[in-house]
């Protein structure tokens, strides 16, 4: 991709990675404060404010990175610090705060779809054809971002929900796996081997909503 090229893309590309990465962590926070744990709302995570939640790698260098490239689009921020011993029901409510990063991506990829068939039924000008571009990505990081966090590794989100539904012996287990989960994770990001778990349930999820929004 080419210099000026790669600066379009960055320009409208910025506000849907950023908002992707930003509510997926707030919603984390949000609901671990529903369930007891204070931890997010005292240290100021529950935001939407981004910069609170940017990691120097995750969120900018790796985006980047990746459209660039032109691979697959995705990036992280920092984990929003979740307490989950001081949760009502610390493994029944890791599932639900695990869950609300997910839920908060496919919310958002549907609200993008939605502004992606409004772009469509305006005249093509200086505003319509931006807003289209940017719902386009905002589609697409957010169906990566769920996908990418319901595999089961901990410490991705996936990891948890697999720790909390799993039986005591056996979360145990895979909860030993998560000080090295990032790294399997960034081994994976730099090999083939996360495009193609990644590829076909992204590219499925994307066809299923353009085809629900009729793009």
Same mark, same amino acid.
């Given at each position: 991709?080419?210099?000026?090229?790669?600066?379009?893309?960055?320009?409208? #590309? +910025?506000?849907?990675?950023?908002?992707?990465?930003? %509510?997926?962590? *707030?919603?984390? /926070?949000?609901? &671990?404060?529903? $369930?007891?744990?204070?931890?997010?709302?005292?240290?100021?995570?529950?935001?939407?404010?981004?910069?609170?939640?940017?990691?120097?790698?995750?969120?900018?260098?790796?985006?980047?990175?990746?459209?660039?490239?032109?691979?697959?689009?995705?990036?992280?921020?920092?984990?929003?610090?979740?307490?989950? #011993? +001081?949760?009502?029901?610390?493994?029944?409510?890791? %599932?639900?705060? *695990?869950?609300? /990063?997910?839920? &908060?991506?496919? $919310?958002?990829?549907?609200?993008?779809?939605?502004?992606?068939?409004?772009?469509?039924?305006?005249?093509?000008?200086?505003?319509?054809?931006?807003?289209?571009?940017?719902?386009?990505?905002?589609?697409?990081?957010?169906?990566?971002?769920?996908?990418?966090?319901?595999?089961?590794?901990?410490?991705?989100?996936?990891?948890?929900?697999?720790?909390?539904?799993?039986?005591?012996?056996?979360?145990?287990?895979?909860?030993?796996?998560?000080?090295?989960?990032?790294?399997?994770?960034?081994?994976?990001?730099?090999?083939?081997?996360?495009?193609?778990?990644?590829?076909?349930?992204?590219?499925?999820?994307?066809?299923?909503?353009?085809?629900?929004?009729?793009?």
């Amino acid at each position: 991709m080419q210099i000026d090229q790669l600066i379009q893309t960055i320009a409208i #590309a +910025a506000i849907p990675i950023l908002f992707a990465i930003t %509510l997926h962590e *707030a919603a984390h /926070g949000y609901v &671990a404060r529903h $369930f007891g744990d204070m931890t997010a709302y005292q240290q100021g995570r529950i935001s939407l404010n981004p910069i609170r939640h940017i990691d120097p790698v995750g969120t900018i260098l790796l985006p980047l990175l990746t459209l660039w490239m032109g691979g697959i689009l995705f990036g992280w921020a920092k984990p929003v610090p979740v307490n989950f #011993a +001081a949760l009502n029901r610390p493994k029944q409510d890791m %599932l639900w705060v *695990a869950l609300a /990063g997910p839920t &908060a991506n496919l $919310f958002m990829a549907l609200l993008w779809a939605a502004l992606a068939k409004l772009a469509w039924t305006l005249p093509a000008n200086y505003f319509a054809e931006p807003l289209l571009g940017m719902a386009q990505i905002g589609i697409k990081i957010n169906v990566v971002l769920m996908v990418l966090n319901l595999l089961p590794l901990p410490p991705l989100d996936g990891g948890r929900m697999a720790v909390s539904l799993l039986p005591y012996r056996q979360a145990s287990i895979l909860e030993r796996v998560e000080p090295y989960g990032m790294f399997i994770l960034i081994f994976l990001a730099i090999s083939p081997v996360l495009s193609w778990i990644l590829g076909p349930p992204v590219i499925g999820l994307i066809k299923l909503i353009n085809s629900i929004f009729g793009l």
